[in-house]
């Protein structure tokens, strides 16, 4: 039963998310100085945060406010 419930826990959006959003954070501050770095990156942010949550118009705020 052990063997069979870890996949699970490792797969569950709950320990996703905030390795994605730190990816996210480090590729930003990276590259922060690049323009189409930053398109590229707005756009990832946007598909991993509406990836997790159903709220667009929020999702759409922060994009602009990025750009």
């Not at 998310?17 to 996210?24: N, Q």
């Not at 100085?33 to 590229?40: D, E």
């Amino acid at each position: 039963i052990k063997t069979s419930t870890l996949p699970v826990h490792l797969l569950s959006p709950s320990t996703r998310s905030p390795r994605s959003l730190s990816l996210a954070s480090i590729l930003v501050v990276a590259s922060l100085n690049t323009f189409w770095s930053n398109q590229f990156l707005v756009l990832l942010f946007t598909i991993v945060v509406s990836s997790y949550s159903n709220s667009y118009e929020l999702v759409t705020v922060i994009a602009v406010v990025i750009c």
